[in-house]
């Protein structure tokens, strides 16, 4: 479809068309619009036509009238009201020297249309005697406009819009970040205020805007399934930081180093990470159902990994249990340690006393 009224010119060895003119000259056309085109078909100079001209319209109600020039001199106007106006090779041939050429007027109205398409406001061609059709035809074609094509469109345009809001909406409410398919629901809700203020005339340019419209909206929907995606993916590595600390608590404890308990929880967390990785993979590649797939199995895995290193952490495990026996058999040293101390010097004492008791005795 052509912006404007598309003028397809075809060389021909009998004749050419020169100084066409079309009012409206701009735009699609709407049914039942009045069309007026003037021109002038050249016969060629230095020879005669045995050919009889013939032009054709689908404008509804067409006015034909035409005038033939010979070196210059016109002849009587004859008018026509049909569909397909034939001049007859006994109007056109004179000598090969004369200058021959016919003035064309053609006024009718665009016809009713289902659906947008281009229609034939005047197709020109010859014809021989057999009734032949000779060449390819000279061509002028306009689009011609269904209104209600804008008004669907439009409509479709703004469902997809009310969708876009609504899951932007959904999202939001989840976390997601969705200032960038906000921004393409803006830009589309522009787009189709424009087509909704064009006129029927500018139909081409409303079609375009609400084409861009769609886009955007494809786009925002697009952006807002990654950021999805990603979001879920950051939901997933929640755990894994989680495990990650508890896991260096055990790993710089001597008594859960090496146990087997701590190698099944680097298990799962090594399982998490790969999913993870996986997810990250799929959102480089624009596969987000499948990222935020992977997304949740890393959220599962990462999960059981901490609750487990959380469960082991809050037990009374080994490293808790030879602690508190340590620091027990340190008291008890000490207190043994202070006893005997003790014991040596109340004996002592009481030794010393006896002696001196007995010095006193001797006077």
């Known amino acids: 479809m052509a912006l404007l009224a598309l003028l397809v ?127 390819t035809p000279y061509l002028v074609t306009a689009l011609v406009v269904n209104p209600g094509d804008v008004t669907s469109a439009i409509a479709n345009a703004n469902a997809q819009l009310s969708q876009l809001k609504t899951d932007i909406d959904e999202k939001s409410a989840l976390g997601v970040d969705t200032s960038a398919a906000e921004a393409q629901y803006n830009a589309a809700q522009s787009q189709i205020t424009a087509a909704q203020a064009q006129p029927i005339s500018q139909y081409t340019a409303a079609l375009n805007e609400v084409t861009t419209a769609t886009s955007d909206i494809s786009t925002g929907e697009s952006l807002l399934d990654k950021s999805w995606a990603e979001a879920e993916i950051s939901t997933a590595q929640g755990p894994v930081n989680n495990v990650d600390t508890l896991i260096a608590f055990f790993q710089g404890n001597t008594s859960t180093a090496n146990d087997p308990k701590l190698s099944t929880i680097i298990n799962e967390r090594e399982i998490a990470v790969s999913y993870i990785s996986a997810a990250n993979d799929f959102v480089t590649n624009g596969n987000y159902a499948s990222a935020r797939s992977k997304a949740e199995q890393a959220y599962t895995e990462g999960n059981q990994s901490y609750n487990d290193a959380l469960f082991w952490y809050n037990q009374p495990t080994s490293f808790d249990i030879i602690g508190w026996i340590g620091g027990l058999f340190s008291s008890s040293v000490l207190l043994i340690g202070v006893g005997v101390v003790v014991v040596v010097l109340i004996v002592v004492g009481v030794i010393i006393y006896r002696k001196r008791s007995r010095w006193d005795e001797l006077g």
Do not use: C, R
Request: no cysteine; glycine share 6%; aromatic share 6%.
């Open 9 to 135: 010119p075809v060389v021909s060895d009998a004749f050419t068309v020169n100084s066409m003119t079309i009012n409206p000259n701009s735009g699609a056309l709407s049914p039942s619009t009045t069309v007026d085109l003037s021109f002038t078909v050249q016969e060629p100079s230095g020879s005669t036509t045995l050919n009889d001209l013939v032009m054709s319209t689908a404008l509804t109600s067409p006015q034909w009238s035409y005038i033939i020039y010979v070196n210059g001199n016109p002849t009587a106007p004859t008018q026509s009201a049909e569909e397909t106006l034939d001049i007859s090779s006994f109007l056109l041939t004179y000598k090969s020297s004369d200058d021959v050429s016919v003035g064309v007027t053609l006024s009718g109205t665009t016809p009713t249309v289902t659906q947008s398409t281009n229609q034939t406001l005047v197709q020109i061609y010859e014809e021989d005697t057999n009734g032949n059709q000779l060449g």
